[in-house]
């Protein structure tokens, strides 16, 4: 599987979310879940392609510390697409237009910024220090726009 292949299986994911209003985040995440089960075939698919394209080394091909990380592609469907695996925090930043993360669990009982696996939503102007605790994660970060300032 190529990283052209990858974002074609997200094309159907990302169709869905472009519709998601992010202004309420509770109710964004809400939506997804009820739109993208975290428990469904989609997602399991889009789980295992991504699990094995970081096992082989070429989803993430940059390293920022204990971080490694990739772009999926600039823009589907509106959105940037980013993959990250984490164990630790990761840069402080801001989402202008919000982000949803599609997060993984890949050992222990890993949480996102006190989540655990599934869909994190964070609204418009939102900020914060992304940190994975308990375990690691691998996390598909949508932006909508790519819209992302490192602080």
């Known amino acids: 599987m190529s990283m052209q292949e990858i974002a074609e299986e997200l094309r159907p994911l990302a169709r869905l979310l472009k ?5 309420d985040p509770a109710a964004a995440r809400a939506a997804i879940e009820a ?3 975290f428990g469904g075939d989609l997602v399991a698919s889009i789980r295992a392609s991504a699990t094995a394209a970081a096992e082989a080394g ?3 091909p940059k390293e920022n510390g204990a971080i490694r990380f ?3 592609t ?3 469907e509106g959105f940037s697409v980013d993959a990250v695996f984490m164990s630790s925090p990761g840069p402080r930043h801001r989402h ?8 993984f669990t890949l050992a222990g009982e890993a949480r ?9 939503v964070y609204g418009p102007d939102s900020t914060h220090v992304p940190t994975v605790t ?10 909508p726009g790519g819209a992302m300032e490192f602080l």
């Open 70 to 72: 990739g772009r999926i």
């Open 134 to 143: 308990d375990g690691s994660m691998l996390i598909l970060y949508f932006l």
């Open 74 to 76: 600039k823009d589907l």
């Open 96 to 103: 202008p237009k919000g982000e949803i993360d599609l997060c």
């Open 19 to 23: 519709g998601i209003d992010l202004s």
């Open 35 to 37: 739109t993208l089960p």
């Open 58 to 60: 070429w989803l993430l």
């Open 112 to 120: 996102f910024d006190g989540h655990a696996e599934g869909w994190v």
